[in-house]
């Protein structure tokens, strides 16, 4: 069997060359996601920098209005800068489901022990 | 001992009949998977803070007021210079992204260009880094806990009750010679002139700090300033108990009260902050490495005789990582 890891000439990786015009294009591309980063991260500062933390739907609304914002950014640096996008769908999903899986348990019961202490202080007091 | 390892396979039954069924190099495959390991201890890192936040029953510092300095400025900046921060690692990212585009056309030149600004953006990282830890490590001028109970009337007009073992912050002057003073009252003696608290640093170059004002709820809700009667009244009460920045757990000394964060009521914040942001700067260290070892291998014309620049994409995807990692500590360390 011919081990793909000893290729010098790795045949994945010559496919992947691509033409002066077509760098044109994937140049326009990344200068198109920096600008889309930038604008993200200067609304997320704007935004910590006016809106203090408090009890408040506001407040709730804000914290996951940063969440989304931090996955949008999240997804334009996977999917564009890393090329996950443009890899094949198998590669995409053995990254991203195994990942999600294991990290939405780990929020939800780390979230739900960690605020575990109101309940033990509603049952003691 | 030799199994199935040694029984020769017919290539017909080969999976995807030798290729690989994500068609990408094995090289690039790993990498993901170490990628997707990696995210996963980052990951944990930061639901380990969340859990130690939610579980916390004490207010927890809110990041715009722990984080509004700026090298060599006085007054206050929020988020000013972790903005700066995550803008270079942007940046950094972007150079890097152009480098591996550069790669698959073959402009040599354009690699190096765009590598070493890649690697110079990581050094400019590292050091804000630096001095973002130093100034953590020092605090902002340090605070003192009450002794007894304290009403005050704020700027506002209102009148507010200050609980026993509430904490009270000084200035940044003042707060260095009180730490000082704390060490040694000798060479840095407290005198009070007409209601007035000065501390004096004796020695060959004398000076001075006034007690100006002074803070309570610093790093949290409701934070207020307060001068005058108010101050004294605060400074009047004071107990022994000190505490000066943010001493990294192990390295901190244990002296004059001098025993734990400023930032917060519990050591819990500094670690955590110390930890991710630690673990997270070792790894952009690691990539300046790593980048520059692979700059070297272009500027020796090693992918040239590989006739592909696939080593730039690999190096790329962990230096990407790096900075999606800094996307998450940015949000629920310093935003949330």
């Not at chain 2, 480098?99 to 804000?128: C, Y």
């Not at chain 2, 902002?140 to 009337?153: D, Q, R, S, W, Y």
């Not at chain 2, 001075?208 to 709820?217: D, I």
């Not at chain 2, 943010?246 to 050591?267: C, F, K, M, R, V």
Request: proline letters at 3%; aromatic letters at 14%; glycine letters at 10%.
């Amino acid at each position: 069997m011919e081990r793909d890891d000893l290729i010098v000439n790795d045949s994945y990786a010559l496919n992947a060359h691509h033409s002066e015009e077509e760098g044109v294009a994937i140049r326009k591309k990344i200068y198109l996601v920096t600008v889309i980063l930038s604008v993200i991260t200067a609304i997320e500062v704007g935004m910590g920098v006016m809106f203090k933390r408090s009890e408040t739907f506001t407040w709730t609304a804000i914290k996951w209005t940063f969440i989304v914002l931090t996955l949008f950014k999240a997804g334009y640096i996977v999917m564009s800068f890393m090329h996950l996008g443009d890899e094949r769908k198998n590669l995409r999903n053995a990254v991203i489901i195994p990942y999600f899986v294991f990290i939405l348990y780990l929020i939800f019961i780390a979230i739900t022990e960690g605020l575990a202490h109101y309940g033990m202080d509603l049952m003691f007091h | 001992m030799s199994g199935e390892a040694k029984t020769a396979i017919s290539k017909e039954v080969l999976w995807g009949g030798g290729r690989s069924p994500f068609s990408v190099s094995y090289g690039k495959m790993m990498m993901w998977y170490f990628l997707v390991s990696d995210a996963l201890t980052f990951g944990g890192l930061l639901i380990a803070y969340a859990f130690w936040r939610a579980s916390s029953v004490d207010p927890w510092p809110i990041g715009e007021q722990a984080f509004r300095a700026l090298p060599g400025l006085e007054g206050e900046y929020p988020l000013a210079y972790v903005a700066l921060m995550t803008f270079i690692l942007i940046v950094s990212s972007v150079t890097m992204v152009l480098a591996v585009e550069a790669g698959h056309r073959n402009d040599r030149s354009s690699v190096l260009k765009w590598m070493g600004l890649t690697v110079i953006g990581g050094i400019f990282f590292l050091s804000s880094q630096a001095w973002e830890w130093s100034h953590f490590i020092h605090g902002g001028g340090g605070c003192f806990n009450l002794a007894k109970e304290v009403t005050i009337t704020t700027p506002d007009g209102d009148a507010m009750t200050l609980a026993a073992g509430e904490r009270v912050y000084m200035d940044h002057h003042f707060g260095h010679l009180m730490e000082m003073h704390l060490l040694d009252p000798i060479t840095v003696p407290l005198s009070e002139e007409g209601g007035h608290v000065v501390l004096t640093e004796l020695g060959d170059h004398p000076h001075e700090a006034h007690l100006h004002s002074l803070r309570v709820n610093k790093y949290i809700e409701n934070e207020t300033e307060v001068e005058g009667d108010a101050m004294m009244a605060l400074w009047n009460a004071r107990s022994e108990n000190f505490a000066f920045g943010a001493p990294i757990p192990g390295l901190g000394a244990d002296w004059g009260g001098i025993n734990h964060s400023e930032y917060a009521t519990q050591q819990g914040y500094s670690n955590f902050f110390f930890f991710i942001t630690g673990f997270h700067g070792f790894h952009v260290f690691s990539g300046v490495v790593i980048n520059l070892v692979v700059f070297l291998m272009v500027l020796n014309r090693v992918m040239e005789r590989r006739k592909h620049y696939e080593m730039v994409e690999k190096v790329g995807l962990y230096w990407h990582f790096v900075d999606l990692v800094w996307v998450f500590v940015f949000t629920f360390f310093y935003l949330i």
